[in-house]
């Protein structure tokens, strides 16, 4: 086989590997994450590294986040990886979907990712309500699912111009994945864009 035919042949598969779901009986969960599990309870068969979470119907802020999941040496861009992204509504509630039932408790704002050969993400939806009782800052919950059939949460996306978030609140970020507290910038359509890279692994007791 000639050496051009090996590239592309090298590239084919790894394209293929990036379409190919994980068998369930490979997913474990990587320590202690609760409700995790649910964010395969509805997954699509085939993900993209975008995706658009709320719908023009939907009360709220438009949001966009984006970003690069890098693998543990925080320089090379991790393919394959999917990211699971879920949130309250404009009001503050989990509020699910009609006929949602078995993942209700993440809400009818949900999605998932896969990130491309460049390793990106990104997704669209509205900006979260705080909690009715006000006691925690605005937030998205997300999860990480890498080839090896591995799952864990990392720390919650987290936006520097919440009132809410204190210092307090800022002291106890465990940086898992990386610093999740991401500055929002507003575009001139009026749509809030935020960018947050994550590292594969970081700051999550054993990682492997």
Same mark, same amino acid.
């Given at each position: 086989?000639?050496?051009?035919?090996?590239?592309?042949?090298?590239?084919?598969?790894?394209?293929?590997?990036?379409?190919?779901?994980?068998?369930?009986?490979?997913?474990?969960?990587?320590?202690?994450?609760?409700?995790?599990?649910?964010?395969?309870?509805?997954?699509?068969?085939?993900?993209?590294?975008?995706?658009?979470?709320?719908?023009?119907?939907?009360?709220?802020?438009?949001?966009?986040?984006?970003?690069?999941?890098?693998?543990?040496?925080?320089?090379?861009?991790?393919?394959?990886?999917?990211?699971?992204?879920?949130?309250? &509504? *404009? !009001?503050?509630?989990?509020?699910?979907?009609? $006929?949602?039932?078995?993942? =209700?408790?993440?809400?009818?704002?949900? #999605?998932?990712?896969?990130?491309?050969?460049?390793?990106?993400?990104?997704?669209?939806?509205?900006?979260?309500?705080?909690?009715?009782?006000?006691?925690?800052?605005?937030?998205?919950?997300?999860?990480?699912?890498?080839?090896?059939?591995?799952?864990?949460?990392?720390?919650?996306?987290?936006?520097?111009?919440?009132?809410?978030?204190?210092? &307090? *609140? !800022?002291?106890?970020?465990?940086?898992?994945? $990386?610093?999740?507290?991401? =500055?929002?910038?507003?575009?001139?359509? #009026?749509?809030?864009?935020?960018?947050?890279?994550?590292?594969?692994?970081?700051?999550?007791?054993?990682?492997?």
């Amino acid at each position: 086989m000639e050496r051009n035919d090996r590239r592309k042949m090298s590239r084919l598969f790894s394209f293929l590997l990036l379409l190919a779901p994980i068998p369930l009986q490979a997913q474990k969960s990587l320590g202690p994450c609760e409700a995790c599990e649910l964010m395969f309870q509805e997954m699509p068969a085939r993900l993209s590294w975008s995706t658009q979470i709320s719908d023009a119907a939907e009360p709220g802020e438009a949001l966009t986040i984006s970003g690069t999941i890098y693998k543990p040496d925080g320089k090379t861009p991790a393919a394959g990886i999917i990211l699971y992204v879920y949130h309250t &509504d *404009e !009001r503050g509630y989990y509020s699910p979907a009609k $006929g949602q039932t078995s993942s =209700h408790r993440h809400g009818h704002l949900r #999605g998932w990712m896969k990130t491309d050969t460049q390793g990106r993400y990104r997704f669209t939806t509205i900006r979260p309500g705080a909690y009715p009782s006000r006691r925690a800052a605005q937030h998205i919950h997300p999860i990480l699912l890498e080839p090896s059939g591995q799952y864990y949460y990392i720390d919650e996306y987290l936006f520097d111009d919440d009132p809410l978030l204190t210092a &307090d *609140e !800022r002291s106890r970020q465990e940086k898992r994945g $990386g610093s999740g507290i991401i =500055h929002l910038t507003k575009n001139q359509q #009026g749509v809030w864009e935020g960018t947050r890279d994550i590292i594969l692994g970081s700051n999550v007791p054993g990682y492997r």
